[in-house]
């Protein structure tokens, strides 16, 4: 089980920052892949970012390169998803997601994770 939570409150305003973090519940994530993903409104659920958790690879989509980072803690317990510079396209459910059997090619594809969390709302506004 995987649980993502919001550090910060409130509406957010373009340029601003978040973090979100993703925190491993009733195991670990030792061996796992984490990612994020993220739902617009009225949209599909797309590719944010990826860690793999033993090896510290990342992937970031193009949209939010440069902007999103996505970090693990020593503990490997939890895995965290700093937003800079925020825009109003940035505004989504963000989910986590783990899975312990990804292959770096298949990153991107959300049918590759089986932990799920339950997704928080991030709005920004202009």
């Known amino acids: 089980e995987v649980q993502c939570r919001r550090l910060g409150e409130g509406l957010v305003q373009a340029g601003d920052s978040l973090r979100l973090s993703c925190v491993a519940s009733?195991?670990?994530?030792?061996?796992?892949?984490v990612a994020w993903f993220r739902q617009p409104p009225g949209k599909e659920r797309e590719f944010v970012a990826s860690i793999k958790v033993s090896g510290g690879a990342t992937s970031t989509a193009e949209s939010v390169k440069g902007r999103f980072t996505i970090s693990r803690d020593n503990s490997k317990t939890t895995v965290y998803l700093q937003m800079n510079s925020l825009r109003p396209k940035d505004t989504a459910v963000y989910h986590c997601?783990?899975?312990?059997?990804?292959?770096?090619?298949?990153?991107?594809?959300?049918?590759?994770?089986?932990?799920w969390g339950q997704g928080t709302l991030v709005t920004v506004s202009s």
């Open positions: 009733g195991r670990a994530f030792a061996r796992d892949t």
């Open positions: 997601a783990a899975g312990p059997s990804v292959i770096s090619s298949n990153v991107a594809n959300q049918n590759a994770y089986y932990y």
